[in-house]
């Protein structure tokens, strides 16, 4: 069973912050937050991970809470190319580590 | 650089037909994955490898599902006397890349699927 929760589905207005938020309450030390998303007919694309600390890339910023137990993905300026469902996961580093998907979130932006 | 590819795209198979799927990791990816992905539904984990050794097989369904990486590079699941609910997309991911340490050592990137479609 995946270890997170995430809303099923948000609507953002193109040109918006698009903020798309990921429980999981019971992380452990070593597990880091990853984020993909799979745009329709596609393979799922990485997007950004991090462990505690804030984090942002070219793509967006993670920001996790100060106890772990939540993460909230921030697409800064959402194009209605950023349609898609988003996976939040966790998973420790080890090498064979398998990706447990639950139902993600599927965002809508709208023009 | 290229990415994982992943071939044919698109398979349409007839009830009992074997079927091979083919995927091309990140060159210098030492571990390469394999989910399944439902309609709908979020990809399911089936297999593992690192290099050319299998070290987790346990989510492949069924013994009809085998799974190959003879010289640790390119891999192939093949699925035996393919049934209706075999029709999936089938994806597969690569991590480990050297030179790289910790968790971006561990990124999974994942290629274009293969969706298969059992009539």
């Known amino acids: 069973d995946a270890k997170t929760t995430q809303p099923p589905s948000m609507d953002c207005a193109e040109g918006r912050a698009a903020n798309l938020p990921c429980n999981h309450s019971?992380?452990?030390?070593?597990?880091?937050v990853y984020w993909y998303r799979q745009i329709h007919s596609q393979g799922p694309q990485y997007i950004i991970h991090?462990?505690?600390n804030n984090e942002t890339n070219e793509m967006a910023s993670l920001i996790i809470t100060e106890d772990r137990k939540s993460s909230t993905l921030i697409l800064p300026h959402a194009t209605l190319r950023d349609t898609a469902v988003y996976y939040c996961?966790?998973?420790?580093?080890?090498?064979?580590?398998?990706?447990?998907f639950g139902q993600g979130t599927e965002l809508s932006v709208k023009p | 650089g290229a990415g994982v590819s992943q071939s044919p795209r698109y398979k349409v198979a007839k009830r009992g037909q074997d079927v091979a799927l083919r995927c091309d990791p990140i060159?210098?990816?030492?571990?390469l994955f394999w989910y399944q992905q439902a309609l709908g539904q979020g990809p399911e984990f089936l297999t593992y490898?690192?290099?050319?050794?299998?070290?987790?097989k346990s989510g492949l369904p069924s013994d009809r599902f085998f799974a190959e990486r003879p010289e640790g590079s390119v891999s192939t699941l093949k699925i035996q006397r393919t049934q209706q609910e075999d029709s999936a997309v089938y994806l597969c991911?690569?991590?480990?890349?050297?030179?790289?340490?910790?968790?971006?050592?561990?990124?999974?990137?994942f290629g274009p699927g293969t969706r298969l479609l059992v009539l």
């Open positions: 991911a690569s991590s480990l890349a050297r030179g790289l340490a910790g968790a971006a050592r561990e990124t999974q990137y």
């Open positions: 019971t992380i452990s030390g070593n597990e880091y």
């Open positions: 991090g462990l505690k």
């Open positions: 996961i966790v998973r420790a580093p080890f090498p064979g580590g398998k990706l447990i």
């Open positions: 060159s210098g990816h030492v571990s």
């Open positions: 490898f690192q290099n050319e050794a299998q070290l987790d």
